[in-house]
């Protein structure tokens, strides 16, 4: 493996820069971004339900696995960004929490953070990204009501909707149904229209019978849309199979604010500028809300050096990737009650690092859990966060977990 590591207070940097030494990584968050004489910015807010794939979607934009990842609700705790520089622009990707209330927070453990930081993103987003998980039949034709006030709160940043885990969908005429509850059939102003789909695009297995478009003069531009340049061909009727519909020129005007009589009775928001299907899982699409992405940029300052690839320093990865394989392989709420502890990190001459945690239980029962019988569970949580570590530093890793139980 290439050698060097990143600095425990420093922040993770793009592949090209890891080889370089410690210091070189705290160097890159310390001094001022390397920006080009007219660089263009977007900070983009994620939000949605807990587990509707969040920070999947977010390490797929980013390229390599930042963000922590399981089955299980509320993995990722608090907000984290990630950080993507395509020549002039600069995308600032705030990965948060899933909106959740303060019932359901007491009952995972989950510390105030978890409540306050989608909002604290929010107010500092340009665009947000409401994902939705289109495979879960319970939730999808509808917007959470945490989702909705939080839209609510700040209808003037511009949102856009993204259908996530369509590949899962056996019947995908059901994304039409959908779309049209989550949006209550208005995007970027204009009302939803179906129509037949005369070709479908054979590179993606992201396959729809079913498109919409929306009226609008033939002349018309959508600044940033995936078919800005594509316009003629988007009135003619390509559209959602690849993964984005919303042409239409918008009307100029900002939503209104919608009180809690108002959100008492909506099931989606009215607001959505544009909708994205796509499977980020398996990167299906992921390529084409970037490109939109990018082009929403404004001019502006960046925030971080064109290596970084985010702001979380290594510890605080680490932590991450070690709590994703606790909550993958420990039962019911027990994960969320381990506490952990950092007692070595320590770099080698030969850029190994050396990572020795102990992960605190409150009770006998968690502790014989979590070794399990013959230390199996134990020794699979550190092999494969010891290899993902590996894969997020670009060295070599030793890691030793013990487990106590909190005195």
Known sequence: PPQGCPD????????????????EQKRLLEHRPDQPPQPRVLRIAVIGAPNAGKSTLCNQL????????SRKVHTTRCKARGVITHED????????????????????????AMLTDPWDSMKHADLVLVLVDVSDHWTRNS???????CLSQFPHIPSVLVLNKVDVLKKKFLLLEIATDLTEGIVNGR?????????????SSVKLPLH?????????????????????????GSGLDKSSDAGGAGTGEGPEHHGAKDL????????????????????????????????????GPWEFHSDVLTSQSPQEICDNIIREKLLEYLPLEVPYGVTQVTHVWEEGECGELLIVQSLLVP????????????????????????????NAFLCEVRLKLKVEVKG
């Open 8 to 23: 425990p207070q420093g922040g993770l940097a793009a592949p090209k820069l890891l080889i370089s030494p410690a210091e």
């Open 264 to 299: 008492k009775d909506m099931k989606g928001w009215p607001h959505f500028q544009e909708i994205f299907m796509l499977a980020a899982l398996r990167g299906e699409e992921v390529d084409t809300l970037k490109r939109y992405l990018l082009m929403q940029a404004k001019p």
């Open 143 to 149: 917007l959470s009501k945490e989702v909705l006030r």
């Open 363 to 390: 009770r006998e029962s968690h502790k014989r859990m979590l070794i399990g019988r013959g230390g199996r569970v134990i020794s699979r949580i550190a092999q494969e966060a010891g290899q993902d570590l590996m």
């Open 89 to 112: 622009t600069q995308l600032i990707i705030l990965d948060t929490p899933g909106l959740t209330n303060p019932l359901k927070a007491k009952r995972h453990n989950l510390d105030e």
């Open 62 to 69: 980013l390229g390599r696995k930042v963000f922590p990842v």
């Open 191 to 203: 009302k939803l229209e179906v129509k037949s789909s005369p070709k479908q695009d054979s590179r």
């Open 212 to 236: 919409l478009t929306q009226p609008s003069p033939p002349e018309s531009k959508v600044p940033g849309s995936p078919f800005g340049q594509e316009k003629n061909q988007a009135q003619e």
